[in-house]
């Protein structure tokens, strides 16, 4: 098994970073997401530098998405980073962790009035998505006697090798206006009196593990500005998304490193903006390449059944990690407490959902699993807690950050009580 390096095997059992997982399932309890903080800034420095290498104006825009812990959005404001914001709720979480305004973007295909409202009232630049967007915008920051700097999001029409899902920029997709029409929404945004068009969105989709696509997308955008330019818009910021992918199979996957993206991104950006005579800050929006790889979520065996093929019954399922049943995505799993013992059986690692599909890992070679151990769910840090659900009432667990030898909770684990805080009982029921 290959093991990213803040993952190891010490005496039988899995670690992250300095923790013994075994030992963090026992303290904190099952399911548990445990996330290295150290991992997060490494992943979050490896994509900057490689980035800047190249060109020094360089924003890096956490999508906030991924992991939309208070405590993730502090580690990376730390190190400078903004977000990209997709919500009311991210856009209060981003300035709650000390990030600027002027360094998020709002962005999203179906913003509110009090979306808009609240980007107004921050001061943060929105990615605008459609014309009858930009009009209520205008009336927003109006209303508010101000000007709201925005861009528009792009699509591109690229098709990307991913899950059909997560592929954003597909002519069909419901993100962006087409780049044909784009030139004419930039007049409309020049002409609207509370609206400063400055800059460029786009965003191909996820999990995308080749370089090329992210190339081409960076040519359609350098076309975009060229027409700007014509306009008389000079753009100050370009920003090319997300959707570097990780190789959630270590065994196989050939993922693109941060540095081969960038050598893939850069020259045509550099090649495209000296031609034009601009210099852009060039924007990007990584979400599970920063995060993904920090977290593993542990899980305890319940029982193990052979019936047809052999289950390991697990105490978490789609609720806490839906990637497996919504994409049919691979994630590693490691028997953490034999994490040396041989491989000997197969197993699927199932959930306690009532759904047929609540199946984490499917057919899975593993050392000898019994009622009581610990199992390791890797590569679980981006749309993993964030998408999680309290389906069949069950409450969501606990997330631990970790940093150096410290370990403690960035959330705590909801209790049934919690399940019933925010019902209500109808008068004619009480
Ligand atoms: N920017 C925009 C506008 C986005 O919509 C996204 C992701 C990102 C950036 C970050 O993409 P990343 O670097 O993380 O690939 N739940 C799915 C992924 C959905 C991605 C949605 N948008 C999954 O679990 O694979």
């Known amino acids: 098994m290959i093991l990213p390096s803040h993952l190891s095997v010490r005496g039988g059992h899995l670690h992250i970073g300095e923790h013994d997982t075994v030992a963090l399932a026992e303290r904190f309890g099952t399911p548990l997401y445990v996330t290295d903080e150290d991992r997060v800034r490494e992943n979050f420095r490896r994509l900057s530098e490689a980035l800047t290498a190249h060109y020094p104006k360089v924003r890096i825009l956490y999508a906030a998405k991924a992991n939309g812990n208070l405590a993730i959005f502090r580690a990376l404001a730390s190190l400078g980073a903004g977000a990209d914001v997709f919500s009311a709720g991210e856009l209060t979480l981003a300035l709650a962790a000390g990030m600027q305004p002027d360094t998020l973007l709002f962005n999203g295909s179906s913003k509110a009035p009090a979306d808009l409202a609240l980007a107004v009232e921050k001061g943060v630049r929105v990615s605008v998505d459609s014309l009858d967007e930009l009009r209520q915008l205008d009336r927003a920051a109006g209303a508010a006697g101000k000007t709201v700097e925005i861009a528009f999001r792009v699509n591109p029409a690229i098709d990307v090798p991913t899950h059909p899902k997560i592929a954003t920029g597909l002519a069909t997709s419901k993100f962006g206006i087409p780049a044909s029409e784009i030139l004419d929404a930039y007049r ?153 013992a041989p491989a000997v059986r197969e197993y699927s690692i199932a959930g306690p959902i009532c759904e047929t599909g609540d199946i984490l890992a499917k057919d899975r070679m593993l050392p000898e699993l019994h009622a009581g151990d610990i199992i390791a769910v890797l590569d679980a ?50």
């Open 188 to 340: 409309h945004a020049l002409a609207a009196e509370h609206i400063n068009p400055i800059g460029i969105h786009c965003h191909i989709g996820s999990q995308i593990l080749a370089v090329e696509p992210f190339a081409r997308e960076v040519e359609v955008l350098i076309g975009v500005a060229r027409d700007l330019i014509d306009i008389g818009v000079d753009p100050s910021f370009i920003d090319i998304g997300g959707g570097l992918g990780i190789p959630y199979r270590r065994e196989t996957d050939r993922a693109p490193a941060p540095e081969e993206y960038a050598g893939a991104v850069m020259p045509v950006f550099l090649k495209g903006i000296k031609e034009l005579g601009i210099e852009p800050e060039l924007w990007v929006e990584p979400g599970r390449w920063l995060v993904a790889d920090s977290t593993v979520l542990l899980s305890r065996v319940n029982s193990v059944k052979t019936a047809h093929k052999t289950f390991a019954n697990v105490d978490a399922g789609f609720n806490l990690l839906v990637r497996p049943t919504m994409y049919d995505s691979y994630h590693e799993v490691v028997a953490a407490n034999r994490a040396d």
């Open 381 to 430: 840090g981006a749309y993993g807690f964030a998408m999680s659900s309290q389906y069949n009432s069950r409450p969501r667990c606990a997330e631990v950050l970790l940093s150096g030898g410290k370990a403690a909770l960035m959330r705590r684990a909801e209790t049934i009580e919690d399940l019933t805080a925010l019902m209500a009982t109808p008068p004619w029921q009480a």
